[in-house]
């Protein structure tokens, strides 16, 4: 194991731990791990970083009690509208690196040159597998900005508007070769991603897979179905 794989485990260990730590009380992780409360609780606090070998001990013992699809599925409940507040989900930047590390982990081998998505709330997944594959990330908007000299104009129609919307990315943001891998928090109708699909066409672009946190339906099996790609998302509703 080269060094920074070491350490990315370590903080993996930490993440792990962090995460567990709003379900179970130090007592309880300490019965768990086998370690003294001062021990976790300096690695919750990002105090020190276990040793290799205690990552992976941490890393064994741990396991079993996560669940990542469970940990996002608790964090899902509807209002009187069938809506929810992904925010839950997207503004806990641990759960994120998490998931993010599992996404990357299945993409590392496969050349990926950008991670593309969708203003606005796709952007923090983004960012994260992004940063796992060590890659830029773009994303197209819902208004054409200023200073931004050519687009890739998408015209579409959002589930829920029933109006024709359009998605604007600069062009230097993709390029014919690219290869890229699209994430969203959420896919209802698809259609936010075939419009991004198409964007890598206008660019010639090839987009390699798809990954969402949350799909409805059977959009997944579609776009599957349709493209011809890898498509999953963590939690099918
Ligand atoms: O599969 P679809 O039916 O296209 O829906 C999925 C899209 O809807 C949401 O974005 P939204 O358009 O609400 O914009 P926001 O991210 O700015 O809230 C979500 O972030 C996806 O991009």
Redesign the pocket.
């Known amino acids: 194991m080269s060094q920074i794989e070491a350490v990315k485990e370590k903080l993996r260990v930490v993440r792990i731990l962090k995460l567990l730590k709003k379900r179970y009380t130090y007592e309880e992780l300490s019965k768990i791990t086998g370690l003294p409360i001062t021990v976790l609780n300096r690695y919750v606090r990002g105090k020190v970083l276990p040793s290799t070998d205690r990552a992976k001990e941490l890393l064994e013992l741990l396991s079993p009690y996560i669940n990542i699809e469970e940990e996002v599925r608790r964090r899902i409940q509807f209002d009187e509208h069938g809506l929810f507040d992904n925010m839950k989900i997207l503004s806990d930047t641990n759960l994120m690196s998490l998931i993010a590390e599992e996404v990357a982990s299945k993409y590392i081998s496969k050349n990926i040159s950008k991670v593309l998505t969708?203003?606005?709330?796709?952007i923090p997944l983004a960012v994260h597998i992004a940063n796992e594959l060590n890659v830029d990330v773009v994303y197209a908007k819902?208004k054409k900005e200023v200073g931004v000299e050519k687009f890739y104009e998408v015209n579409?129609v959002?589930?829920?508007s029933g109006s024709v919307m359009t998605l604007y990315l600069p062009q230097w943001a993709l390029k014919k070769g690219e290869r890229v891998l699209i994430v969203?928090?959420?896919?209802?109708?698809?259609?936010?991603?075939r419009a991004l699909l198409e964007m890598c066409k206008q660019a010639g672009a090839v987009p390699v897979g798809m990954f969402f946190l949350i799909s409805v339906g059977n959009?997944i099996d579609v776009l599957k179905n349709d493209y011809n790609i890898p498509v999953d998302s963590l939690v099918r509703l």
């Open positions: 969708a203003a606005t709330d796709g819902k579409y959002p589930s829920a969203d928090d959420v896919i209802r109708s698809g259609e936010t991603q959009i």
